[in-house]
Each structure stands twice: as structure tokens, then as C-alpha cells.
């Protein structure tokens, strides 16, 4: 793979960029718990990587009225305000990645199903903000990962073409996605090593070390 034939990369956030899926579960687990409701850890699991109005339909029922979503999201937002800064993780190695991608002339995009301002403060953290050229927050979008939507709208603020950026996911929903937008993808972590994924993914690797070692020269 060389960085000569790419003139972006779109990094995915939480688990590609941060680890922060603990404090959104537990901030799901706020809301639900006032509401009375207890959900299976499997359904907590199946919405990694996803945004939250497919979390709320499926726990509450796609009869939801849309005012209601919106106020249960904006609560469960609300709660990851206050976990995230305690519990977000930089993913080790990633920071530095980025720094190369833009070392060698390409432009950097972040593609999330997190609401802008998390995204915002998740950069801000990692030190990498002044770097990204483009923000999409799947949470703005009619549609959220798996939908291609997401990857499409970063494409089209790109001002590039699907063969002339590269993903970078860590979960299923975000490299269904971003395979559906005709992107090359690459899974990183261990979840990504799965046989599930190869049907998505052009490349799959285990951490940003084995990322970095993709790219040949030129």
C-alpha cells in the first residue's frame, strides 16, 4: 500500500482513535436506569461503533417518537460530558500516526458517530486537532454507520473521489460503512482480525504498529 496513490485518510474515533466506549455504555446505563429499563450486555456490544438513535429504537421500540429520542440522546450525551474526561484513553500509537500520514501531504478527516462536541474535545486531547481538515459527526446526518452516508458526506467535504482516500475503523458498523462508500478500509484492532471482517476490509491490522509498517515507500 503506498501513501502516493492517497490523498486523505479518515480515521473513525472511539476505538480507533480513543478508547472511550466504557463511558458511553455507562452513560446508556444512567439514562436507561431512570427510566426503570435493564438491557442484556449484548445489546450494548451490538451498538459499538453506531450512533444513538438505532441504540434508542432498538431498546425502546421504532415507534419512538422523534422529540423523545432526541431528548433521551441529548441525555445520554449529557451523562458522557461528565464520564468521558475521567475515563477516554488515547489509542497508544495513534497521535503519532497521524503526525506521519501528515508528514508525507496527506489531508486528515474524522469520521464519527459521536456527537461534534466530543469529537472535538477527544482531538483536543490527543493533541492532534490542528491537524484534521474535516469533522463529520454521524449524529448531524439523517443516517448514522452502517449507512454510507457518514463516509459519503466526509468524501464530498473532501472534494475527493471514494478511490482517493483511505478509512480507518475499528468496529463492524464503521467498515460496512465506510466499505459501502467504496473506501479502502483498513480494521485496526483486535476486533478487525476477525473473519467477519475480511469481506470489508482491504487490510487488517492489530494495532498502529503493524499500521504504520502497511505503507511502502513512494
Known amino acids: 500500500m503506498r501513501l502516493s496513490d492517497y490523498r486523505a485518510a479518515i480515521f473513525d474515533l472511539d476505538g480507533t482513535l480513543v ?11 444512567r439514562v436507561l436506569a431512570r427510566l426503570g429499563i435493564q438491557i442484556p450486555q449484548a445489546v450494548y456490544d451490538a451498538f ?3 450512533g444513538l438513535r438505532g441504540f434508542l429504537s432498538e431498546v425502546l421500540g421504532p415507534d419512538l417518537a422523534d422529540t423523545r429520542r432526541t431528548e433521551l440522546a441529548n441525555q445520554i450525551g449529557a451523562e458522557a460530558d461528565i464520564l468521558l474526561p475521567q475515563l477516554r484513553k488515547p489509542v497508544p500509537g495513534a497521535a503519532e500516526s497521524i503526525r506521519r500520514l501528515v508528514d508525507a501531504g496527506l489531508d486528515i478527516a474524522v469520521c464519527s458517530s459521536s456527537p461534534h462536541r466530543h469529537i472535538v474535545a477527544a482531538l483536543d486531547q490527543l493533541g492532534i486537532a490542528g491537524f484534521v481538515r474535516v469533522l463529520v459527526s454521524g449524529a448531524d446526518l439523517p443516517r448514522g ?4 452516508l457518514p463516509y459519503l458526506e466526509t468524501l464530498q467535504r473532501l472534494r475527493l473521489a471514494p478511490d482517493a482516500a483511505f478509512a480507518v475503523e475499528d468496529a463492524l458498523p464503521g467498515v460496512i460503512s465506510a466499505h459501502g462508500a467504496g473506501l479502502t478500509v483498513i480494521g485496526i484492532g483486535p476486533e478487525t482480525l476477525k473473519a467477519e471482517m475480511s469481506g470489508f476490509c482491504s487490510f487488517q491490522v492489530p494495532d498502529y504498529n503493524a499500521f504504520d509498517r502497511l505503507f511502502s515507500a513512494g
Not at 454507520?145 to 454510507?148: S, V
Open 145 to 148: 454507520k452502517p449507512d454510507p
Open 48 to 50: 459499538v461503533g453506531r
Open 19 to 29: 478508547l472511550s466506549e466504557p463511558a458511553w455504555e455507562e452513560a446508556k446505563r
